[in-house]
């Protein structure tokens, strides 16, 4: 099934004549029909089937489909996540928006190690550096941990930058909803990212005239488990919303109202 839109319309003057700009959200149709049709929408990666699988349920507060992913410490792959299908945006590209939601259950154990619980990683087209940007759980906080590198070749994760930002705690039974503005670069001197955590329209985070990426990073928008083999217990649950992405024409409202913390409010 092709991902369809969803037009949010705005009205623009060209030349003294109207223009109607069209905003569209990925994707675009009820949660619904996506909880229906979720492999039509999304790809999984996971050790075993029913590791990451939608259902319907009470969470937060908020009754709507969600994904649950799991993970246990005998799986092959430190994975329990999933991506929206056909969605990759090169840096240098037009500006993108992405909505992702996560919930830790109230018997979530803290780690130190870093579990990352949403990402926007690099599509394998900068090999295995570590992704532009991810939301990781470290003991009881929430972290922004972003990557980037401004070299055209011989990227590696030794003369790659970092840079760590705390968004806030790691509240459990609660939704932490993560919506990004990215204008990806890999050039010195330009590219912007911005982030809004949980519903409100000051930025977490904002850096401007900033290179935030790799030469070859295809930016692909996961949500669910990533777990280093140094992290403990041996089974570990999560929830997450369906990931959700707007084009340049979207808006922090736009990409605002698809998660839970708006059907909360």
């Keep these: ?27 675009a149709v009820p949660a619904a029909d996506i909880a229906q049709h979720f492999t039509d929408y999304y790809g999984v990666r996971q050790h075993a089937q029913q590791r990451v699988q939608v259902t319907t349920a009470t969470v937060g507060g908020v009754t709507r ?58 599509g394998s087209g900068a090999g295995t550096l570590a992704p532009p940007l991810a939301l990781q759980i470290r003991g009881d906080q929430l ?6 590198n401004h070299r055209t070749g011989d990227i590696t994760p030794a003369n790659s930058a970092r840079r760590t930002v705390l968004a806030g705690p790691a509240t459990l039974g609660s939704w932490h909803c ?28 904002f850096a401007r005239l900033s290179h935030n990426s790799y030469a070859g990073a295809l930016h692909v928008p996961r949500a669910g488990l990533s777990v280093p083999e140094e992290a403990a217990p041996e089974h570990r649950v999560m929830y997450a919303d369906f990931v959700w992405v707007g084009d340049s024409a979207a808006s922090l409202n736009d990409m605002t109202q698809k998660t839970p913390c708006h059907a909360a409010s």
Aim: proline letters at 6%; a negative charge; aromatic letters at 10%.
């Design 1 to 27: 099934m092709q991902l369809l839109r969803l037009a949010a319309i705005s009205l623009l003057t060209v030349a003294g004549l109207p223009a109607y700009v069209v905003a569209a959200v990925f994707p």
């Design 65 to 122: 489909p969600v994904v649950r992913a799991d993970w246990f410490g005998t799986d092959a792959t430190p994975h329990s996540d999933f991506h929206l299908l056909n969605e990759q945006h090169p840096a240098q590209s037009t500006r993108r928006w992405y909505a992702m939601s996560i919930f830790l259950p109230a018997d979530w154990i803290s780690t130190s190690a870093p579990i990352t619980v949403a990402q926007v990683d690099n």
């Design 143 to 148: 972290m922004l941990n972003m990557n980037f």
């Design 178 to 205: 993560m919506v990004v503005r990215a204008d990806w670069s890999a050039v010195a001197g330009t590219g912007e990212l911005r982030v809004y955590m949980n519903g409100s329209a000051k930025e977490t985070f």
